[in-house]
């Protein structure tokens, strides 16, 4: 057990609808990471939040957003869903200050499949 | 652009053997080097964690190794178990606040 927890585990959604993935992290990291892992692949990195402020992003269009809130948990925002977004959705998080690095924790993921 | 790249893709032994997996990146400026462990649609579970200024990282039956100035990375599994089934990914930190992660190899471990 990680700490880290996701909702939903699974979620069915169809092309052009938006979702909402939820992470909560455990108290006192202050920096959550999201990413993307297709099946048969590693993770790609999304983008990364620290204390509530974007603090990096990877090669992904802005239709992924996120949100981090002072509780320690955390947003991922997909508008337009297209097909090729199907895949495990993770986020982690770490004690990692700012211009550091620290193990990450990651949650067991979601699941979307979009049709 | 950082790549991470590791092999075998897949790999099945006999419960008992010792084994290796590999991993190479092709930016040798990086933070650290983690291993993770993933199970079948399950999230990714750390194993450890190798700062860009150690050599190797030791846990249990696991020992791992980092040579930066060739870009290798090395998983070394001792008494392999069939409990060990999983898939392994390294990943790298080319910054603070993102990891680059190869495709993985798939472990199979027989009884």
């Known amino acids: 057990e990680t700490g880290v927890t996701q909702s939903p585990t699974h979620l069915i959604k169809t092309r052009g609808q938006q979702v909402t993935l939820r992470c909560s992290s455990q108290?006192?990291?202050?920096?959550v990471s999201w990413y993307q892992q297709a099946l048969g692949q590693g993770p790609q990195f999304i983008f990364q939040?620290?204390?509530?402020?974007?603090?990096g992003r990877g090669n992904f269009p802005p239709r992924f957003s996120g949100l981090q809130f002072p509780n320690y948990s955390s947003e991922l925002n997909v508008n337009a869903l297209e097909l090729d977004d199907s895949a495990l959705y993770l986020c982690?998080?770490?004690?990692?200050?700012?211009?550091?690095?620290?193990?990450?924790?990651f949650g067991p993921g979601t699941r979307l499949t979009v049709l | 652009k950082q790549e991470v790249t590791q092999i075998p893709a897949a790999l099945s032994v006999p419960e008992g053997e010792n084994l290796v997996l590999n991993c190479s990146f092709t930016?040798?400026?990086?933070?650290?080097l983690q291993w993770f462990r993933q199970d079948p649609g399950k999230g990714l579970t750390s194993l450890l964690l190798i700062q860009s200024s150690q050599r190797e990282q030791t846990s249990g039956r696991l020992n791992a190794s980092l040579d930066k100035s060739s870009g290798r990375s090395t998983l070394y599994i001792a008494a392999s178990q069939p409990g060990d089934s999983a898939t392994y990914l390294c990943a790298v930190s080319p910054a603070n606040n993102d990891m680059r992660f190869g495709a993985g190899t798939r472990l199979t471990v027989k009884p």
């Open positions: 982690a998080s770490s004690l990692a200050e700012r211009g550091s690095t620290d193990t990450q924790y």
């Open positions: 939040y620290y204390r509530e402020e974007e603090n």
């Open positions: 930016d040798s400026a990086i933070y650290n």
């Open positions: 108290s006192g990291h202050n920096t």
